[in-house]
């Protein structure tokens, strides 16, 4: 039986559809470039650029920021498994502070950016290390059924949680990103002033 492995195109449109309102930060390279490609240039989308290894790191100051401010939303991050690996020590720090924040890890094996060199992945159980970690929840899917009810599962539990998704090494051709980072922090500070505190009077930026 020939197993078909999950796109990360579809995997981002799916995450995408699931929160269209939620603040979401995205690792740099394929992730960015082809979450532009699926669902465009949007306010709550913030690239982590030139950032490997500091997705997460991002994703929880943002998540401990809005809830000191009163938000009681979830933070997402889209990370991928090289990057997440050289950054993996920010997993213990969410453990113990245990912010609203949900992570998904696109994990595909491999540094695709940089020729398709082999990750240590396949010998990390980032579910287990997070679990290990004392975050809330972890999974590990590998079809879209399986995506979706994590997802709704992840949405409705306390954070932190941790989705790991096993994803083919197929990539959209798409075009490299080349953005000021200034102005991509200011782009999505401007979408958090406008946007958050009409989901929570309490929230001020």
């Known amino acids: 039986m020939t197993v078909v492995s999950l796109g990360r195109a579809e995997v981002l449109r799916l995450i995408d559809a699931a929160v269209p309102d939620s603040p979401i930060v995205l690792s740099l390279g394929g992730i960015a470039r082809e979450m532009l490609a699926v669902a465009g240039r949007k306010g709550n989308h913030f690239v982590s650029l030139d950032a490997m290894g500091q997705t997460v790191s991002v994703a929880l100051g943002l998540a401990l920021g809005l809830e000191k401010r009163g938000s009681t939303g979830k933070v997402l991050a889209i990370e991928g498994d090289g990057s997440l690996l050289m950054g993996l020590s920010a997993l213990s720090t ?97 979408w958090l002033r406008s946007s958050m505190p009409a989901r929570d009077s309490r929230l001020r930026l």
Do not use: M
Not at 117 to 141: H, K, L, N
Not at 168 to 190: H, K, S, W
């Open 94 to 190: 969410v453990g113990h502070l245990k912010p609203g924040l949900l992570v998904y890890v696109l994990d595909n094996g491999v540094y695709l950016a940089t020729g398709g060199q082999p990750t240590a992945s396949a010998d990390i159980d980032f579910v287990a290390v997070a679990i290990a970690c004392s975050w809330q929840g972890a999974r590990e899917v590998r079809t879209v059924e399986e995506l979706a009810a994590a997802t709704d599962w992840a949405l409705q539990t306390e954070g932190p949680i941790l989705i790991r998704v096993r994803i083919g090494t197929a990539q959209l051709p798409v075009r490299y990103f080349l953005a000021d980072p200034a102005i991509l922090a200011e782009d999505f500070r401007r």
